[in-house]
């Protein structure tokens, strides 16, 4: 009868114990955590360096901290300082004043508590600063945030040091996903094949999500400046692969339009729009297409001869000159049979 007892005693302490451990708080104490343990490069995490469970008791009033943040930063996007946390009364919401000491992201971060308010919060937030990650990578990277155990005290309003509050794993790495991540750089020409347009009401230029394009030229011809800090990213094929595609389309008016599919890779770097579409920065369209279906053939003809000597304001006015007649007939004939295709350069 008594091994019996003795065998329930112990499965229950064993139920118990497994209980117990299932639903046990955090480790009391302070450390660095992340918004998120994962992002994609060129995004933005937000670091804080928080205390939990200490109880109230210990009456915190002040601390100092410090950090470093290495990996895959942009330093630039770096802020100088931490953006203070609070101290709060969890019963009245009601948040404490603060007066600090030093403030530097690079070196020390010290704040005391002004006044005699009570706070009764056991959870609390030290500071928190913003970190962007770079937009190069080619391979995924990390960002690591390390606490400066030598340098973390927290006080109590007697200015008596409060041990022990540290814990042991304070530190947070973020995991910096690569994608393929891609922009250019340069210029594009877009071109008549004939010098002798005037003007025109529209040249379409749409390189993904950009679009350049431009109306109302007095020209054959217009330049491009690609916006370099315009970045693409992977929509199609799986992120991190390699292979980033965008749709590059280019129409003028009266002319036949063309368009590509280029691969802008994921080399980490602005590639020149000269090496992606056109020929020596240049695209040139053919003149002809009056009625925009993609070809040149009679029905162009025909659009102009049913219009002759008036001023139509559309395609059909292929040398932007406001009269439909045999300067814009001549355009037909001579790229008669082309069709629309690749942007091929001049």
Known sequence: MSRKILVSVTLVMMLVTMVSTVSADPVAGCYATASSENIKEDESVTITVQ????????????????????????????PSS??????????????????TGVNTLEGLYAVSRQGSETVTAEDFTLGSFQLTAEDDLTSNGSIVITMTDADF?????????????????????????????????????????????????????????????????????NTFNMDSAHQYQEEGTPIGDGILNINASVDMTGHLACSNVIDLGDAGAAVDVDTMIGTTGTITLLAGDADDDGDIDNTDA?????????????????????????????????????????????
């Open 51 to 78: 205390c939990d469970d200490v109880l109230t008791s210990n009456d915190v009033f002040g601390f100092q901290i410090g950090t470093t943040q290495t990996g895959d930063i942009v330093a630039a996007t770096k």
């Open 82 to 99: 931490y953006t203070p946390g609070t101290f709060s009364d969890a019963g009245t919401g009601a948040t404490s004043g603060v007066i």
């Open 153 to 221: 005290i927290l006080s109590n309003n007697l200015g008596a040091e409060l041990t022990g509050w540290l814990r042991d794993t304070n530190d947070v790495t973020v995991t910096v996903t690569n994608i393929d991540l891609g922009w250019l750089s340069g210029d594009m020409e877009v071109r008549s094949d004939v010098t002798a347009i005037s003007a025109t009401d529209n040249i379409d230029f749409v390189l993904g999500d950009q679009d350049y394009s431009v109306t109302s030229i007095a020209s054959y011809t």
């Open 302 to 346: 025909a659009a102009i001869g049913a219009n002759y000597g008036e001023n139509t304001g559309d395609d059909k006015d292929i040398n932007g000159d406001d009269e439909l007649n045999i300067l814009d007939l001549v355009h037909v004939g001579r790229n008669f049979g082309e069709v629309s295709g690749t942007c091929a350069g001049s």
